[in-house]
């Protein structure tokens, strides 16, 4: 079985980011033509530059997963100068402070505490309604615009980007965790809806990866593990964080030809998390 991407058109949304850019190069390397499309157009060109040094055939385009006129205005730039999409990485996301508790759990005395604990109770509803947003929506509706070009087509996928948090919700993100677990059951029933046309729906579930976005919760600034990172190695049973590099061999395979039999799975690549009970 080979993961050779050659003449296919790869877009990638979020794909200025530390994962998504290392998946972009993944594609590249494959013969992938890739679109990198991010909300900084930037961050994307970096990207977008750093595979055509390399040989690769890739560009950049600036765009809001959140407006549909923005993608179709990515869609129609991808589509004459690299071609119809055949696969569909759905890599914008994030989490946001306001959808997130200051602790881990609710105690008795907490509703009487300090000014600055945040509480179940004190969640904000438009800091959990983007947290949603950016997640689902955000890969609902660039779906919608490049999916149609898949339809009929043969070797067409759509990758999604769940979360270790959706088999199991961490403590303190409600909103991310919901929304991580609204997306594994998005991809299952999008690969039943698309399974006649010849479009093949997939999801990865990153564990932890130590990256610019959650290096301060993780590590101190000396480099030690604060008390939450001890906490995720401790209940990771390969004993470390992820890297960028550990999530291009399911990438590979479910955007190539080796997985034409699978659709519909989220595949948790996490060290084990999700697998270990705690004891």
Request: charged fraction near 15%; glycine fraction near 12%; charge should be negative.
């Amino acid at each position: 079985m080979s993961f050779n991407l050659d003449g296919k058109t790869a877009v990638i949304t979020g794909g200025g980011g530390v994962l998504c850019r290392t998946m972009a190069l993944a594609l590249a390397a494959q013969g992938a033509k890739v679109a990198v499309l991010d909300l900084k157009e930037e961050l994307a060109r970096q990207v977008a530059d750093e595979i055509t040094a390399k040989g690769g055939k890739a560009i950049a385009v600036g765009c809001n997963v959140l407006e549909v006129e923005s993608l179709r205005a990515a869609h129609w730039k991808v589509a004459e100068q690299l071609g119809p999409c055949d696969i569909l990485i759905n890599g914008a996301g994030g989490n946001h402070p306001k959808g997130t508790t200051s602790n881990t759990h609710l105690l008795p005395g907490d509703l009487e505490a300090a000014e600055g604990i945040k509480t179940f109770f004190d969640l904000d509803p438009e800091g959990i309604k983007f947290v949603f947003d950016l997640n689902f929506i955000g890969s609902l509706l660039p779906t919608q615009v490049f999916a149609k070009d898949m339809v009929g087509r043969e070797g067409c996928s759509i990758i999604n980007i769940s979360s270790m948090n959706a088999f199991r919700p961490l403590t303190k993100i409600p909103a991310y965790s919901g929304a991580k677990a609204a997306i594994s059951n998005f991809t299952q029933w999008l690969a039943v809806h698309f399974a006649k046309t010849g479009i093949r729906v997939n999801a990865l579930a990153p564990g932890f990866f130590l990256t610019e976005q959650n290096r301060t919760l993780l590590t101190n600034a000396d480099g030690s593990l604060t008390d939450r990172g001890n906490t995720i190695l401790s209940h990771t049973p390969m004993s470390r964080f992820g890297t960028p590099d550990d999530l291009t061999g399911t990438l590979l395979w479910l955007c190539s030809d080796a997985s034409a039999f699978v659709t519909g799975v989220v595949v948790p690549i996490d060290g084990g998390f999700s697998a270990f009970s705690g004891v």
